[in-house]
């Protein structure tokens, strides 16, 4: 059974709106399948050897794509983008559960990120934990050492 045919328990109609009964038998509607967040603002420019961490929700979905959209890079030196997504554990400690190839060059990159996806697809195969942190780093061996991007994601149920 596919989460295209409607017998599924995971089935997402048309539309990606998903209706989910409640205990009292009410119908709700759960709107964050599928919703894009903005992490990072279009066009922020941040400098190498700081550290960026944003703390991200993922309520109610299994899976996210993230968009790292690179619009410049020093003129000299070479550099490069790492972005982390980290889950809080126990006792204040944090680990890593994503880790997707460093960026160095400018564009746009995805990273998806859902169970059962196959790498070969530019995926990671891992369930995305209802909270978690990214983190962006920079490191770069130009005089001018700051870059421009942006970071999204958009959920996956």
Known sequence: MSNFDPRSPAYVPPGGAVIRASEAGEFLLQEANQSTETLIAANTAL???????????????????????????????????????????????QFTIVQPSRVSSTGVSATLVYPGISSSAGGVNQPLPGGFITRLSISSAATNSTSVLSLSMTRIL
């Open 47 to 93: 400098t190498a050897g700081v550290l960026t961490t944003i703390t991200a929700n993922n309520a109610n979905c299994r899976g996210a794509i993230f968009f790292l959209d690179v619009s410049q890079l020093p003129a000299s030196g070479s550099t490069a983008i790492a972005l982390k997504v980290r889950l809080n554990v126990p006792g204040g400690a």
